[in-house]
């Protein structure tokens, strides 16, 4: 109960706070603002690699996509810039992207690689081709690689 009257007593005092109350009180709101201000920081900047992240899958869907229907049909690589099919590649380099709605992503450029002949695979008359796709910009820095296999 003493300390209950201490603390009521303590209370009643009308004269403010110390100056060594004032400056603690500053001090602990500085130290939580600046973690505050870290973490928002760190969350813009997660947030923008994240984004540049799912641009990037998203153009490895669009070039996956027009590789695998080019070595499907027989028809040029949609949007590549260049008279070349899929079946016919063997190596080719610095290709454009552009999506089968039209849009074009002049930042990326893309290599084709044939990787293995035609393989057989249970039935005679299934086949299955590997491509190697290395997405760059247009710097030249590779971005990303990955190989996809075509069931015919």
Not at 91 to 97: A, F, M, Q
Not at 122 to 132: C, E, I, L, P, Q
């Amino acid at each position: 109960m003493r300390n209950v009257n201490f603390f009521i007593k303590r209370l009643k005092n009308n004269k403010g706070l110390t100056l060594v109350e004032a400056v603690v009180a500053i001090a602990m709101i500085g130290i939580v603002s600046l973690g505050m201000t870290t973490l928002f920081f760190s969350l813009s900047k997660t947030s923008k690699m994240s984004e540049a992240q799912l641009k990037q899958n998203a153009i490895c869907r669009v070039i996956k996509e027009n590789v695998v229907i080019s070595a499907r049909t027989g028809d040029y690589i949609y949007g590549a810039g260049t008279n070349k099919k899929v079946s016919n590649v063997s190596s080719t380099e610095n290709l454009d992207v552009v999506d089968r709605s039209g849009n074009e992503y002049p930042e990326y450029v893309f290599n084709l690689e044939k990787l293995t002949e035609e393989i057989g695979f249970g039935d005679v008359n299934k086949k299955v081709k590997k491509y190697k796709i290395t997405l760059k910009n247009n710097s030249g820095v590779i971005l990303t690689e990955f190989i996809t296999e075509i069931y015919h």
